[in-house]
């Protein structure tokens, strides 16, 4: 009898739930929105469709995003000789680090960056764990965990080039210059890539002209990068209706988006389907902040310390190792902190509110529901799109 009960209860909870999320769903997918920015002549237009209206978007007015200059991003995306170098050795791109199998981190399996630990061609290491390329287009917080490239960013490079680090357009130059990735120059980079005849034809659809620069070629990446959209998920198939969730992954969606785990507040829910707020939070981890690269050394804010940037949850299954610096290698053992080691300093976030018992204490029935939730994140044809993948893989500068 109290069996029936609670299996009527769960499904007028159920109802109830639905009804609530048909109602999200009207603020979720709206489709087919269309491109306010304008094109450039004999070029077309790349209609944002998904998750949110294009207004939210984040794209300079000075560089639109085009079909050609995406396919153009495409190429430059995988070339490893945007290192300003040909030798085998010394060939590294965006794709060395950001692989797609990984929905664009470099993963915990890479063959080079052992743990997902990556380094320039020099040897140095990042100094943190690699981010995912994932619906970035939506991001207006700053990039990067600690937000530094924003365009709140008044830091003057010290090089003496335009880039200014407010946006995806600075990511190439980064890369080339960067001791800890391609400690090069721009000059050689830009004319190793000029050298290939193939990039006239490429530069002249996306441009107008075949004329290669530093800042083409890091307009033409950017608009790469905000094509990488991710909105097939299982959860997203949910929400549209499409399919069902199992009881398990009910309750842990019920765990995720209620103030038990309270995982909503950071990292999203339906009504926020970048599974991210993209803010900069201290999530209780740590007690003596010794990271020269966190939100702090940004804005030079006390309260900042031991700030980062929420990740996003979607295909998180692929993105291991986990936080800034990969201290965890699994989903468990992340689980298992926001479970039973929340550790109470002054900078923890108000939001991070079961820091005052330690953490959640979840039952292990409750862990694995979480846990089944957060795989209904995972989107495997981001992570198989042709339209994303290296365009000319059978080409030796062009990184597998
Ligand atoms: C040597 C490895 C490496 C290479 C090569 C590399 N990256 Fe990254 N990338 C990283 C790491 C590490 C981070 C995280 C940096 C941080 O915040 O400390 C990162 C962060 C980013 C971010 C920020 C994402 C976010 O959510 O804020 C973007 C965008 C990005 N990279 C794009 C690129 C592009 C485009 C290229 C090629 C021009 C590139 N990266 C080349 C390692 C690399
Ligand atoms: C107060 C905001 C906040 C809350 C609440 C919160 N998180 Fe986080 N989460 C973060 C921040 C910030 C990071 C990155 C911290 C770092 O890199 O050191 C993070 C990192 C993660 C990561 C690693 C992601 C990656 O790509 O490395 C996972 C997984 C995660 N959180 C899951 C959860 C789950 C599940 C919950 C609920 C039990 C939760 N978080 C609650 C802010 C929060």
Redesign the pocket.
């Known amino acids: 009898m109290n069996v029936l009960h609670k299996h009527k209860g769960w499904r007028i909870f159920s109802l109830a739930l639905f009804v609530c999320i048909q109602f999200a769903t009207i603020t979720y997918f709206v489709s087919c929105a269309t491109n306010k920015y304008t094109k450039s002549k004999n070029t077309h237009s790349y209609i944002f469709n998904i998750l949110y209206p294009t207004d939210s978007l984040n794209i300079p007015e000075n560089n639109p995003t085009t079909k050609e200059g995406v396919t153009l991003g495409r190429y430059?995306?995988y070339d490893g000789r945007?290192s300003g170098r040909t030798h085998t050795d010394s060939l590294?791109?965006?794709?060395?680090?950001?692989r797609q199998s990984r929905s664009f981190e470099?993963g915990i399996d890479h063959p080079k960056?052992k743990e997902g630990k990556?380094?320039?061609l020099t040897g140095i290491p990042?100094?943190?764990?690699?981010?995912?390329?994932?619906n970035?287009a939506w991001?207006h917080e700053?990039?990067?965990?600690?937000?530094?490239?924003s365009k709140e960013n008044k830091q003057k490079p010290n090089i003496p080039y335009p880039a200014n680090y407010q946006n995806?357009e600075s990511?190439?130059w980064?890369?080339?210059i960067?001791p800890?990735?391609?400690n090069g120059n721009i000059e050689q980079s830009v004319a190793i890539i000029a050298q290939d005849t193939m990039y006239h034809r490429l530069f002249r659809e996306a441009f107008g002209t075949e004329e290669i620069t530093i800042d083409k070629i890091?307009k033409a990446?950017?608009q790469?990068?905000r094509t990488l959209i991710s909105f097939d998920s299982k959860f997203d198939k949910f929400m549209r209706g499409e399919t069902q969730l199992t009881d398990s992954e009910m309750r842990g969606f019920f765990l995720f988006t209620t103030e038990k785990a309270d995982c909503f507040h950071c990292h999203g829910s339906p009504a926020e389907p970048l599974w991210t707020s993209n803010q900069f939070m201290n999530n209780a981890r740590d007690i003596d902040f010794t990271d020269n690269?966190d939100r702090y050394s940004v804005t030079h804010d006390e309260l900042d310390k031991g700030k980062y940037?929420v990740?996003?949850l979607r295909n998180i299954e692929f993105t291991a190792p986990y936080m800034?610096d990969g201290q965890y290698k699994t989903l468990d053992e992340v689980l298992n902190f926001y479970n039973t080691s929340l550790k109470r300093s002054p900078y923890v976030d108000p939001l991070m509110i079961n820091v005052n018992h330690g953490g959640m204490f979840l039952s292990e029935n409750e862990l694995t529901d979480l846990k089944a939730f957060l795989l209904t994140l995972s989107d495997t044809s981001f992570l198989h799109n042709p339209a994303y993948s290296n365009p000319m893989p059978e080409n030796p500068y062009f990184i597998k």
């Open positions: 430059l995306f945007l590294l791109s965006c794709a060395s680090c950001h470099c960056y990556t380094f320039g990042t100094p943190h764990v690699t981010m995912p390329l994932i970035l991001n700053g990039y990067m965990w600690n937000g530094f490239v995806l990511f190439v980064m890369m080339i960067a800890h990735e391609c890091s990446v950017a790469f990068v690269h940037r990740p996003t800034h």
